[in-house]
Every structure is written in structure tokens, then in C-alpha cells.
């Protein structure tokens, strides 16, 4: 399996949603996948938050906000570099 699939099934995995065969080839994947474990540990972190609010939100739409955080975290690896630059302003003498 891999790490794409894994993270479409995570929340399914955390949510125990998942049959036997899905979850031990997930737990295979999490045990030699740094990221996708680092992955899983924040999901279990903020489902663990979630579950103690009273279900006052729509669990859709929370988990629409930590799929968009998990690809803007992704996408932020094309950032240093445009930032670095942007610091680098000319100095005005006269
Ligand atoms: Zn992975």
C-alpha cells in the first residue's frame, strides 16, 4: 500500500471504520512510514480533541479543515526559498 492510500484511509483507521485486512496492512505501512506515522499521530491527536467536544460540529466539515491543513502542510516545502528572498532588501544610501 501505498503512502497516498494510506493517508485516504487514515481517517477511516483512526475512526476504526476499517476491516481487519485494511487495518494490519496500515499498521505494516505506519511502522516502516516515518511521515505517514508522524501523520497518524497528529490525526489521533486532533480526533482525540474533537471527541471531547460534545458534538457540536460536523465531523465533515472538521475533517475537510485537517485535509487542507495535511496538503497545505505538503505544500510548504516550496516556501523557504521564495521568503528568503523576499528578506533580502536593498539598503538605500546615500
Ligand atoms: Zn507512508
Not at 466539515?61 to 497545505?72: K, L, M, P, S
Request: one cysteine or more; glycine letters at 6%.
Amino acid at each position: 500500500m501505498g503512502c497516498k492510500m494510506v493517508k485516504d484511509l487514515l481517517t477511516d483507521y483512526i475512526d476504526e471504520e476499517l476491516n481487519q485486512e485494511l487495518r494490519s496492512e496500515i499498521t505494516r505501512h505506519l511502522d516502516s512510514c516515518s511521515s505517514c506515522r508522524e501523520l497518524n499521530e497528529s490525526l489521533n491527536l486532533l480526533t482525540g480533541q474533537f471527541r471531547q467536544i460534545p458534538r457540536a460540529e460536523a465531523p465533515g466539515r472538521i475533517w475537510g479543515q485537517i485535509r487542507e491543513a495535511i496538503t497545505t502542510k505538503e505544500k510548504k516545502h516550496f516556501l523557504p526559498t521564495g521568503l528568503v528572498e523576499k528578506k533580502k532588501k536593498p539598503t538605500g544610501k546615500r
